[in-house]
Protein backbone atom coordinates (compact mmCIF):
# COMPACT_ATOMS: atom_id res chain seq x y z
CA UNK A 1 0.00 0.00 0.00
CA UNK A 2 1.21 3.66 -0.39
CA UNK A 3 1.84 5.76 2.40
CA UNK A 4 -1.01 8.11 1.34
CA UNK A 5 -3.22 5.94 2.60
CA UNK A 6 -2.35 6.09 6.12
CA UNK A 7 -2.35 9.71 6.97
CA UNK A 8 -5.09 10.99 8.83
CA UNK A 9 -7.71 13.24 7.00
CA UNK A 10 -8.46 17.12 8.12
CA UNK A 11 -11.07 17.96 9.60
CA UNK A 12 -12.35 19.92 6.85
CA UNK A 13 -12.22 17.58 4.41
CA UNK A 14 -15.13 15.92 5.47
CA UNK A 15 -16.12 17.56 2.57
CA UNK A 16 -16.61 15.76 -0.91
CA UNK A 17 -14.03 16.38 -3.19
CA UNK A 18 -16.88 17.32 -6.10
CA UNK A 19 -20.36 19.37 -6.27
CA UNK A 20 -23.39 18.00 -5.79
CA UNK A 21 -23.99 19.42 -9.58
CA UNK A 22 -21.58 17.08 -10.52
CA UNK A 23 -23.23 14.18 -8.32
CA UNK A 24 -26.01 14.45 -10.97
CA UNK A 25 -24.01 14.68 -13.76
CA UNK A 26 -22.34 11.21 -12.47
CA UNK A 27 -26.17 9.95 -12.06
CA UNK A 28 -27.35 10.66 -16.05
CA UNK A 29 -24.08 9.25 -17.24
CA UNK A 30 -24.99 5.89 -15.54
CA UNK A 31 -28.26 5.88 -16.36
CA UNK A 32 -27.84 6.97 -20.06
CA UNK A 33 -25.12 3.76 -20.32
CA UNK A 34 -27.47 1.38 -19.09
CA UNK A 35 -30.37 2.70 -21.44
CA UNK A 36 -27.77 2.24 -23.98
CA UNK A 37 -26.74 -1.77 -23.47
CA UNK A 38 -30.30 -1.93 -22.82
CA UNK A 39 -31.34 -0.78 -26.16
CA UNK A 40 -28.42 -3.50 -27.47
CA UNK A 41 -29.65 -5.98 -25.34
CA UNK A 42 -26.27 -5.99 -23.82
CA UNK A 43 -26.83 -8.00 -20.52
CA UNK A 44 -25.37 -6.07 -17.08
CA UNK A 45 -23.44 -9.01 -14.65
CA UNK A 46 -21.86 -8.32 -10.92
CA UNK A 47 -18.41 -10.09 -10.65
CA UNK A 48 -16.82 -10.25 -7.39
CA UNK A 49 -14.02 -7.09 -6.44
CA UNK A 50 -12.52 -9.65 -4.68
CA UNK A 51 -10.64 -12.74 -6.09
CA UNK A 52 -8.03 -14.99 -4.96
CA UNK A 53 -5.86 -14.41 -8.26
CA UNK A 54 -5.38 -11.30 -10.22
CA UNK A 55 -3.77 -9.69 -12.74
CA UNK A 56 -0.45 -10.40 -13.48
CA UNK A 57 1.40 -7.59 -15.64
CA UNK A 58 4.12 -6.17 -14.15
CA UNK A 59 3.07 -2.68 -15.00
CA UNK A 60 -0.68 -2.93 -12.32
CA UNK A 61 -0.15 -3.75 -8.96
CA UNK A 62 -2.79 -5.05 -6.82
CA UNK A 63 -4.17 -3.96 -3.51
CA UNK A 64 -3.86 -7.81 -1.25
CA UNK A 65 -6.19 -8.51 1.36
CA UNK A 66 -4.81 -10.03 5.03
CA UNK A 67 -6.19 -13.30 3.59
CA UNK A 68 -4.31 -12.90 0.38
CA UNK A 69 -7.03 -12.29 -2.24
CA UNK A 70 -6.93 -9.30 -4.19
CA UNK A 71 -9.06 -6.45 -4.72
CA UNK A 72 -9.37 -6.80 -8.79
CA UNK A 73 -7.48 -4.10 -11.16
CA UNK A 74 -10.34 -5.08 -13.66
CA UNK A 75 -12.96 -7.37 -13.77
CA UNK A 76 -12.19 -9.03 -16.78
CA UNK A 77 -10.85 -12.65 -15.46
CA UNK A 78 -14.43 -13.13 -13.93
CA UNK A 79 -16.45 -11.49 -17.04
CA UNK A 80 -14.49 -14.45 -19.24
CA UNK A 81 -15.23 -16.91 -17.10
CA UNK A 82 -18.92 -15.93 -17.16
CA UNK A 83 -18.59 -16.11 -21.32
CA UNK A 84 -16.93 -19.27 -20.95
CA UNK A 85 -20.22 -20.47 -19.40
CA UNK A 86 -22.09 -19.76 -22.04
CA UNK A 87 -23.22 -15.89 -21.12
CA UNK A 88 -24.01 -13.51 -23.85
CA UNK A 89 -22.85 -10.41 -24.63
CA UNK A 90 -22.43 -8.72 -20.86
CA UNK A 91 -21.32 -5.36 -19.81
CA UNK A 92 -20.28 -4.19 -15.79
CA UNK A 93 -19.97 -1.22 -14.07
CA UNK A 94 -18.05 -1.14 -10.85
CA UNK A 95 -15.13 -0.50 -8.69
CA UNK A 96 -11.65 -1.18 -9.85
CA UNK A 97 -8.23 -0.95 -7.74
CA UNK A 98 -4.86 0.09 -9.37
CA UNK A 99 -1.84 0.42 -6.27
CA UNK A 100 0.07 3.65 -6.53
CA UNK A 101 -1.35 5.19 -9.49
CA UNK A 102 -2.42 8.46 -7.86
CA UNK A 103 -2.36 11.64 -9.83
CA UNK A 104 -4.56 14.21 -11.34
CA UNK A 105 -5.61 11.42 -14.43
CA UNK A 106 -5.56 8.33 -11.67
CA UNK A 107 -7.17 7.21 -8.18
CA UNK A 108 -6.13 3.55 -7.01
CA UNK A 109 -9.84 3.32 -6.66
CA UNK A 110 -12.37 3.88 -9.58
CA UNK A 111 -15.41 2.86 -11.39
CA UNK A 112 -14.56 1.10 -14.76
CA UNK A 113 -17.34 -0.13 -17.71
CA UNK A 114 -16.11 -2.77 -19.16
CA UNK A 115 -18.02 -4.73 -21.94
CA UNK A 116 -17.45 -8.04 -24.09
CA UNK A 117 -19.46 -8.33 -27.15
CA UNK A 118 -19.46 -12.18 -28.34
CA UNK A 119 -18.92 -12.52 -32.20
CA UNK A 120 -17.26 -9.06 -32.34
CA UNK A 121 -13.72 -8.12 -34.15
CA UNK A 122 -11.77 -5.01 -33.01
CA UNK A 123 -13.45 -2.78 -35.47
CA UNK A 124 -16.62 -3.49 -34.60
CA UNK A 125 -16.36 -2.53 -31.14
CA UNK A 126 -14.61 -0.01 -31.87
CA UNK A 127 -17.63 1.09 -33.70
CA UNK A 128 -19.70 0.64 -30.54
CA UNK A 129 -17.20 2.42 -28.06
CA UNK A 130 -17.83 5.74 -31.10
CA UNK A 131 -21.48 5.16 -30.59
CA UNK A 132 -21.35 5.46 -26.94
CA UNK A 133 -18.82 8.00 -26.49
CA UNK A 134 -20.95 9.86 -28.97
CA UNK A 135 -24.28 9.42 -26.83
CA UNK A 136 -22.58 10.35 -24.02
CA UNK A 137 -20.39 13.81 -24.61
CA UNK A 138 -21.82 14.60 -28.34
CA UNK A 139 -20.74 13.45 -31.66
CA UNK A 140 -17.55 14.16 -33.13
CA UNK A 141 -15.00 12.37 -35.86
CA UNK A 142 -12.96 10.22 -35.13
CA UNK A 143 -9.37 9.67 -36.40
CA UNK A 144 -7.35 5.95 -36.44
CA UNK A 145 -4.00 5.97 -36.04
CA UNK A 146 -1.19 3.03 -35.74
CA UNK A 147 1.65 3.01 -33.35
CA UNK A 148 4.21 2.68 -35.82
CA UNK A 149 2.75 5.76 -37.90
CA UNK A 150 2.10 7.94 -34.72
CA UNK A 151 5.70 7.78 -33.83
CA UNK A 152 6.93 7.88 -37.42
CA UNK A 153 4.95 11.39 -37.87
CA UNK A 154 5.91 12.65 -34.16
CA UNK A 155 9.33 11.74 -34.19
CA UNK A 156 10.55 10.68 -37.28
CA UNK A 157 11.51 7.33 -35.66
CA UNK A 158 11.34 3.77 -36.93
CA UNK A 159 9.26 1.70 -34.18
CA UNK A 160 11.42 -1.29 -35.16
CA UNK A 161 14.67 1.35 -34.28
CA UNK A 162 15.34 -0.10 -30.62
CA UNK A 163 18.63 2.23 -30.59
CA UNK A 164 16.78 5.34 -31.28
CA UNK A 165 13.68 4.59 -29.57
CA UNK A 166 16.08 4.06 -26.26
CA UNK A 167 17.83 7.49 -27.09
CA UNK A 168 15.06 9.37 -27.86
CA UNK A 169 13.80 7.89 -23.97
CA UNK A 170 16.81 9.56 -22.81
CA UNK A 171 15.68 12.62 -24.52
CA UNK A 172 12.26 12.93 -23.14
CA UNK A 173 13.82 12.84 -19.35
CA UNK A 174 14.36 9.16 -18.17
CA UNK A 175 17.80 7.41 -16.94
CA UNK A 176 18.71 4.53 -18.96
CA UNK A 177 15.62 3.68 -20.29
CA UNK A 178 14.98 -0.23 -21.35
CA UNK A 179 13.46 -0.24 -24.67
CA UNK A 180 9.89 -0.87 -23.00
CA UNK A 181 10.31 2.07 -21.02
CA UNK A 182 11.18 4.28 -24.20
CA UNK A 183 8.56 2.70 -26.22
CA UNK A 184 5.68 3.64 -23.60
CA UNK A 185 7.29 7.33 -22.98
CA UNK A 186 7.35 7.69 -26.47
CA UNK A 187 4.12 7.07 -27.51
CA UNK A 188 2.47 8.78 -24.64
CA UNK A 189 4.49 11.85 -25.91
CA UNK A 190 3.20 11.27 -29.43
CA UNK A 191 -0.50 11.15 -28.20
CA UNK A 192 -0.44 13.91 -26.26
CA UNK A 193 0.52 16.26 -28.75
CA UNK A 194 -1.86 14.88 -31.67
CA UNK A 195 -4.65 17.43 -32.91
CA UNK A 196 -7.85 15.44 -33.20
CA UNK A 197 -9.94 15.47 -30.57
CA UNK A 198 -10.91 11.71 -30.49
CA UNK A 199 -8.63 9.15 -32.06
CA UNK A 200 -8.66 5.59 -31.75
CA UNK A 201 -5.10 3.91 -31.55
CA UNK A 202 -4.45 0.51 -33.25
CA UNK A 203 -0.99 -1.69 -34.42
CA UNK A 204 -0.02 -2.39 -30.75
CA UNK A 205 3.26 -4.47 -31.00
CA UNK A 206 3.09 -7.98 -30.13
CA UNK A 207 4.71 -7.15 -26.68
CA UNK A 208 1.97 -4.71 -25.80
CA UNK A 209 -0.50 -7.13 -26.94
CA UNK A 210 -1.53 -7.64 -22.91
CA UNK A 211 -4.50 -10.50 -23.59
CA UNK A 212 -5.16 -9.22 -27.01
CA UNK A 213 -4.70 -12.38 -30.40
CA UNK A 214 -2.19 -11.03 -32.27
CA UNK A 215 -2.71 -10.83 -35.76
CA UNK A 216 -1.12 -12.08 -39.10
CA UNK A 217 0.99 -9.00 -39.54
CA UNK A 218 2.58 -9.94 -35.71
CA UNK A 219 0.27 -6.77 -34.17
CA UNK A 220 -1.97 -7.04 -31.45
CA UNK A 221 -5.53 -6.97 -32.24
CA UNK A 222 -5.50 -4.09 -29.32
CA UNK A 223 -7.25 -0.43 -29.17
CA UNK A 224 -7.13 2.31 -27.54
CA UNK A 225 -9.57 5.47 -27.91
CA UNK A 226 -7.63 8.53 -27.08
CA UNK A 227 -10.24 11.46 -26.32
CA UNK A 228 -8.58 15.09 -25.59
CA UNK A 229 -5.10 13.27 -25.06
CA UNK A 230 -6.59 11.23 -22.43
CA UNK A 231 -7.10 7.67 -22.83
CA UNK A 232 -10.64 6.76 -21.82
CA UNK A 233 -10.66 2.93 -23.21
CA UNK A 234 -8.77 -0.16 -24.29
CA UNK A 235 -9.68 -2.77 -25.84
CA UNK A 236 -9.27 -6.37 -27.54
CA UNK A 237 -9.88 -9.21 -29.79
CA UNK A 238 -9.53 -11.36 -27.26
CA UNK A 239 -6.88 -14.05 -27.26
CA UNK A 240 -8.89 -17.46 -26.77
CA UNK A 241 -6.57 -19.77 -27.31
CA UNK A 242 -5.07 -21.17 -23.90
CA UNK A 243 -2.45 -22.54 -24.50
CA UNK A 244 -0.97 -18.79 -25.84
CA UNK A 245 -2.37 -17.51 -22.63
CA UNK A 246 -0.53 -19.92 -20.44
CA UNK A 247 2.23 -19.25 -21.97
CA UNK A 248 1.58 -15.39 -21.49
CA UNK A 249 0.88 -15.63 -17.91
CA UNK A 250 4.42 -17.57 -17.49
CA UNK A 251 6.33 -14.53 -19.51
CA UNK A 252 4.36 -12.69 -17.36
CA UNK A 253 5.11 -14.52 -13.64
CA UNK A 254 9.34 -14.36 -15.10
CA UNK A 255 9.06 -10.51 -15.90
CA UNK A 256 7.60 -9.98 -12.44
CA UNK A 257 10.05 -12.02 -10.59
CA UNK A 258 12.88 -10.02 -12.62
CA UNK A 259 11.35 -7.02 -11.03
CA UNK A 260 11.46 -8.47 -7.94
CA UNK A 261 7.79 -7.93 -7.56
CA UNK A 262 5.86 -10.61 -5.74
CA UNK A 263 2.19 -11.83 -7.03
CA UNK A 264 0.05 -14.56 -7.00
CA UNK A 265 0.26 -17.46 -9.05
CA UNK A 266 -1.26 -17.48 -12.85
CA UNK A 267 -5.19 -17.82 -12.75
CA UNK A 268 -5.93 -21.45 -13.31
CA UNK A 269 -9.78 -20.86 -13.17
CA UNK A 270 -9.35 -18.29 -16.03
CA UNK A 271 -7.17 -21.15 -18.08
CA UNK A 272 -9.58 -23.28 -17.08
CA UNK A 273 -12.17 -21.44 -18.50
CA UNK A 274 -10.26 -20.96 -21.95
CA UNK A 275 -9.51 -24.44 -22.08
CA UNK A 276 -13.21 -25.12 -21.87
CA UNK A 277 -13.74 -22.57 -24.29
CA UNK A 278 -14.16 -19.01 -24.43
CA UNK A 279 -16.56 -17.69 -27.24
CA UNK A 280 -14.66 -15.34 -30.41
CA UNK A 281 -15.64 -12.03 -28.90
CA UNK A 282 -14.07 -8.62 -28.35
CA UNK A 283 -13.75 -7.04 -25.12
CA UNK A 284 -13.04 -3.23 -23.73
CA UNK A 285 -12.65 -1.60 -20.53
CA UNK A 286 -13.39 2.03 -20.14
CA UNK A 287 -12.77 4.99 -16.97
CA UNK A 288 -15.80 6.28 -16.30
CA UNK A 289 -14.31 8.47 -13.86
CA UNK A 290 -12.27 10.24 -16.97
CA UNK A 291 -15.03 10.08 -19.31
CA UNK A 292 -17.16 12.53 -16.85
CA UNK A 293 -14.43 15.16 -16.18
CA UNK A 294 -14.00 15.01 -19.98
CA UNK A 295 -17.87 15.52 -19.85
CA UNK A 296 -17.88 18.31 -17.16
CA UNK A 297 -14.62 20.20 -18.21
CA UNK A 298 -13.21 19.06 -15.16
CA UNK A 299 -9.33 19.45 -14.67
CA UNK A 300 -8.46 16.26 -11.96
CA UNK A 301 -10.59 13.05 -11.16
CA UNK A 302 -11.07 14.43 -7.86
CA UNK A 303 -13.39 17.14 -8.85
CA UNK A 304 -15.89 14.57 -10.62
CA UNK A 305 -15.27 11.86 -7.51
CA UNK A 306 -17.35 12.00 -4.47
CA UNK A 307 -14.56 11.44 -2.70
CA UNK A 308 -11.10 11.37 -4.51
CA UNK A 309 -8.22 9.38 -2.85
CA UNK A 310 -6.77 11.91 -0.10
CA UNK A 311 -10.46 12.17 1.42
CA UNK A 312 -11.56 8.47 1.01
CA UNK B 1 19.00 13.05 5.09
CA UNK B 2 16.22 11.73 3.84
CA UNK B 3 14.91 10.48 0.13
CA UNK B 4 11.38 11.67 -1.33
CA UNK B 5 9.99 8.91 -3.60
CA UNK B 6 7.48 9.84 -6.75
CA UNK B 7 4.53 9.35 -4.90
CA UNK B 8 5.68 12.29 -2.33
CA UNK B 9 6.78 14.77 -5.24
CA UNK B 10 4.72 17.93 -4.81
CA UNK B 11 5.50 21.88 -5.72
CA UNK B 12 7.97 23.39 -3.36
CA UNK B 13 9.31 20.28 -2.21
CA UNK B 14 13.34 20.51 -2.53
CA UNK B 15 15.61 17.64 -3.37
CA UNK B 16 18.84 17.67 -5.00
CA UNK B 17 19.89 16.44 -8.16
CA UNK B 18 22.77 16.59 -10.60
CA UNK B 19 24.53 17.54 -7.21
CA UNK B 20 22.51 20.90 -6.90
CA UNK B 21 19.48 22.06 -4.74
CA UNK B 22 16.52 21.78 -6.94
CA UNK B 23 12.79 23.20 -6.00
CA UNK B 24 9.69 20.97 -7.55
CA UNK B 25 7.58 23.30 -9.37
CA UNK B 26 5.46 20.43 -10.75
CA UNK B 27 5.17 16.69 -10.53
CA UNK B 28 2.39 14.29 -12.41
CA UNK B 29 1.53 10.78 -12.64
CA UNK B 30 1.77 9.15 -16.15
CA UNK B 31 0.96 5.82 -17.34
CA UNK B 32 0.59 5.40 -20.96
CA UNK B 33 -2.05 2.66 -21.90
CA UNK B 34 -0.74 -0.81 -20.10
CA UNK B 35 2.43 0.43 -19.83
CA UNK B 36 4.87 0.93 -16.74
CA UNK B 37 3.85 4.15 -14.18
CA UNK B 38 6.21 7.53 -14.52
CA UNK B 39 6.03 10.61 -12.50
CA UNK B 40 6.97 13.55 -14.91
CA UNK B 41 8.49 16.30 -13.01
CA UNK B 42 9.61 20.19 -13.70
CA UNK B 43 12.30 21.02 -11.39
CA UNK B 44 13.79 24.85 -11.13
CA UNK B 45 17.65 24.48 -9.92
CA UNK B 46 18.14 27.09 -7.29
CA UNK B 47 21.87 27.78 -7.60
CA UNK B 48 21.66 28.20 -11.62
CA UNK B 49 17.60 29.23 -11.62
CA UNK B 50 17.10 27.12 -14.90
CA UNK B 51 13.97 25.26 -14.72
CA UNK B 52 14.97 21.01 -15.91
CA UNK B 53 12.04 18.47 -17.14
CA UNK B 54 13.11 14.79 -15.72
CA UNK B 55 10.75 11.26 -16.35
CA UNK B 56 11.57 8.69 -12.97
CA UNK B 57 10.07 5.63 -12.65
CA UNK B 58 6.95 5.04 -9.80
CA UNK B 59 8.81 4.52 -6.68
CA UNK B 60 12.04 6.24 -7.55
CA UNK B 61 13.61 9.02 -5.49
CA UNK B 62 15.92 11.85 -5.21
CA UNK B 63 17.26 12.96 -1.98
CA UNK B 64 15.66 15.68 0.32
CA UNK B 65 18.38 18.69 -0.31
CA UNK B 66 19.03 20.37 3.13
CA UNK B 67 17.40 24.02 1.85
CA UNK B 68 15.73 26.43 4.07
CA UNK B 69 14.14 29.95 3.57
CA UNK B 70 15.07 32.62 5.92
CA UNK B 71 14.46 36.10 6.68
CA UNK B 72 17.61 38.07 7.43
CA UNK B 73 18.37 41.70 8.15
CA UNK B 74 21.06 43.41 5.67
CA UNK B 75 24.37 44.37 7.25
CA UNK B 76 26.55 45.77 4.77
CA UNK B 77 28.59 45.02 2.00
CA UNK B 78 32.04 45.22 1.95
CA UNK B 79 32.68 45.21 -2.01
CA UNK B 80 33.38 41.55 -2.25
CA UNK B 81 30.87 40.08 0.11
CA UNK B 82 27.15 40.91 1.32
CA UNK B 83 26.25 40.17 4.72
CA UNK B 84 23.48 39.07 6.59
CA UNK B 85 21.84 38.57 10.16
CA UNK B 86 19.20 36.50 11.20
CA UNK B 87 16.53 38.01 12.71
CA UNK B 88 15.46 34.75 15.18
CA UNK B 89 17.70 36.26 17.64
CA UNK B 90 20.97 34.81 17.19
CA UNK B 91 22.44 37.20 15.95
CA UNK B 92 24.08 34.50 13.31
CA UNK B 93 25.86 36.11 10.18
CA UNK B 94 26.23 34.76 6.94
CA UNK B 95 28.18 36.22 4.14
CA UNK B 96 27.09 36.13 0.57
CA UNK B 97 28.96 36.55 -2.71
CA UNK B 98 28.28 39.08 -5.97
CA UNK B 99 27.30 36.17 -8.22
CA UNK B 100 24.82 35.28 -5.34
CA UNK B 101 23.09 38.35 -4.34
CA UNK B 102 22.88 39.31 -8.01
CA UNK B 103 20.20 41.62 -8.88
CA UNK B 104 18.87 41.82 -5.56
CA UNK B 105 21.90 44.13 -4.51
CA UNK B 106 19.79 46.93 -6.23
CA UNK B 107 17.29 47.04 -3.89
CA UNK B 108 18.84 46.11 -0.55
CA UNK B 109 18.95 49.10 1.72
CA UNK B 110 21.11 48.58 5.12
CA UNK B 111 19.35 47.06 8.44
CA UNK B 112 16.24 46.44 6.00
CA UNK B 113 15.17 42.74 6.29
CA UNK B 114 15.19 40.32 3.17
CA UNK B 115 14.80 36.80 2.27
CA UNK B 116 17.87 34.38 2.22
CA UNK B 117 17.56 31.19 0.44
CA UNK B 118 20.09 28.95 2.91
CA UNK B 119 21.36 25.64 1.38
CA UNK B 120 23.55 23.23 4.04
CA UNK B 121 23.69 27.02 5.67
CA UNK B 122 25.95 28.41 3.35
CA UNK B 123 23.23 31.45 0.80
CA UNK B 124 22.50 30.69 -2.07
CA UNK B 125 19.78 33.70 -3.28
CA UNK B 126 18.43 36.50 -1.79
CA UNK B 127 15.49 37.82 -2.24
CA UNK B 128 13.99 41.35 -1.45
CA UNK B 129 10.55 41.91 -0.33
CA UNK B 130 7.73 42.52 -3.15
CA UNK B 131 7.98 46.17 -2.46
CA UNK B 132 10.56 48.70 -1.25
CA UNK B 133 10.88 52.11 0.04
CA UNK B 134 14.08 53.96 -1.19
CA UNK B 135 15.07 57.60 -1.49
CA UNK B 136 15.86 59.49 -4.58
CA UNK B 137 19.42 60.37 -5.13
CA UNK B 138 19.66 62.07 -8.38
CA UNK B 139 17.48 62.48 -11.20
CA UNK B 140 16.91 65.71 -13.36
CA UNK B 141 15.05 68.71 -12.00
CA UNK B 142 11.36 68.20 -12.04
CA UNK B 143 9.16 70.10 -14.30
CA UNK B 144 6.21 71.43 -12.68
CA UNK B 145 2.69 71.65 -14.21
CA UNK B 146 3.43 69.12 -16.26
CA UNK B 147 2.31 65.80 -14.41
CA UNK B 148 -0.73 65.60 -16.85
CA UNK B 149 1.53 64.45 -20.00
CA UNK B 150 2.75 61.31 -17.97
CA UNK B 151 6.69 62.00 -19.04
CA UNK B 152 8.77 60.09 -17.93
CA UNK B 153 12.61 60.10 -16.58
CA UNK B 154 15.45 58.27 -15.18
CA UNK B 155 15.86 58.42 -10.76
CA UNK B 156 19.04 56.72 -9.51
CA UNK B 157 17.79 55.67 -6.02
CA UNK B 158 19.92 55.65 -2.91
CA UNK B 159 20.97 51.83 -3.41
CA UNK B 160 22.56 52.35 -7.05
CA UNK B 161 19.12 51.04 -8.74
CA UNK B 162 17.71 53.27 -11.90
CA UNK B 163 14.54 53.04 -12.24
CA UNK B 164 11.75 55.36 -14.99
CA UNK B 165 9.55 57.46 -12.33
CA UNK B 166 7.43 60.77 -13.37
CA UNK B 167 8.38 63.88 -14.19
CA UNK B 168 7.26 65.74 -10.97
CA UNK B 169 9.85 63.35 -8.90
CA UNK B 170 12.56 65.15 -7.17
CA UNK B 171 16.22 64.38 -5.36
CA UNK B 172 15.02 63.13 -1.70
CA UNK B 173 11.36 62.09 -2.30
CA UNK B 174 11.08 58.18 -1.40
CA UNK B 175 9.84 56.18 -3.73
CA UNK B 176 7.41 53.01 -3.66
CA UNK B 177 9.24 50.17 -6.07
CA UNK B 178 8.38 46.76 -6.92
CA UNK B 179 11.46 44.89 -6.88
CA UNK B 180 9.98 41.92 -9.08
CA UNK B 181 9.55 44.08 -12.11
CA UNK B 182 11.99 46.87 -11.05
CA UNK B 183 9.16 49.56 -11.35
CA UNK B 184 8.11 52.84 -9.90
CA UNK B 185 4.55 52.37 -7.32
CA UNK B 186 4.44 55.66 -6.19
CA UNK B 187 5.75 58.44 -4.42
CA UNK B 188 5.61 57.83 -0.47
CA UNK B 189 7.14 60.84 0.83
CA UNK B 190 8.01 64.13 -0.26
Not at chain 1, 234 to 254: K, P
Request: glycine share 8%; charged share 25%.
Amino acid sequence: MTAVGRSRLAPADWRPSCPVATLRERGRLLAEIRGFFAARDVLEVQTPALGRRTVLDPALDSIATRDGRYLQTSPEYHMKRLLAAGAPSIYQIGPAFRDGEAGRWHNPEFTILEWYRVGFDAPALMAEVAALVDSLLGHAPYGSVACADLLRERFGIDIDNTEALIELGSTLGLDEPTLDEALDLALAEALSSRAESRVFVTGFPAALAALARVGDEGSAERFELIVEGVEVANGYHELTDAAELAARMEADVERRRVLGKTGPAPDEALLAAHQHGLPDCAGVAMGLDRLLMLKVGATSLAEVMAFSWDRA
Amino acid sequence: MANYSTNEFRPGLKVMLEGDPCSILDSEFVKPGKGQAFTRVKLRNLITGRVWDRTYRSGESLPAADVLETEMEFLYDDGEFWHFMKTDGSFEQVAASASTVGDAKDWLLAQEACSVTLWNNEPISVTPPNFVELAVARTDPGLRGDTAQGGVKPAELATGATVRVPLFIEIGDVLRVDTRSGEYVSRVKS
